[in-house]
């Protein structure tokens, strides 16, 4: 074999070992993200469930007597909290899922990168 082509199959077998390390290291953070975005789908689901129970709960102390207004106007405070930790569960997912569009992208960027010059349509 000549130096030149000994040369090439190092210079490949090299950039193959790169390129498995980063699809591992890629996969790993896929697999993170996904892991968050569970999380998170979790957390907005138990807002929403306590968003739902706090809006009830607001009409119901709408329709008493003006001696429960106090009790409305803290049902309200906790309902805007929640809201508030809603849209930054929202945020959240919405990042999240950025992250993941990236990281796919770059998966697409390094398997052209990488692909081999015979399998090219």
């Known amino acids: 074999m ?4 000994e040369s090439k199959m190092e210079f490949i077998v090299k950039q ?7 699809m591992a290291d890629l996969k ?24 739902t ?7 119901e102390f709408r329709e008493g007597s003006r001696e429960d207004g106090e009790n409305v106007r803290e049902e ?9 930790e809603m849209r930054k ?10 992250v993941t569009r990236k990281l ?5 960027r390094l398997a ?3 692909e081999s010059p015979g399998r090219r349509a």
Do not use: C, P
Not at 2 to 5: A, K, L, P
């Open 89 to 98: 569960g929202f945020d959240s997912l919405i990042i999240a899922n950025e």
């Open 28 to 51: 790993e953070a896929q697999l993170r993200q996904t892991e968050n975005i569970d999380q998170l789908t979790l957390y907005v689901k138990n807002i929403t469930g306590s968003v």
């Open 76 to 84: 309200r405070k906790r309902l805007g909290l929640a809201i508030t």
């Open 104 to 108: 796919t992208e770059d998966i697409g």
């Open 53 to 59: 129970e706090l809006t009830a709960r607001g009409a």
């Open 16 to 22: 193959h070992e790169i390129f498995a390390t980063d």
């Open 2 to 5: 000549s130096d030149d082509t």
């Open 112 to 114: 052209i990168r990488f």
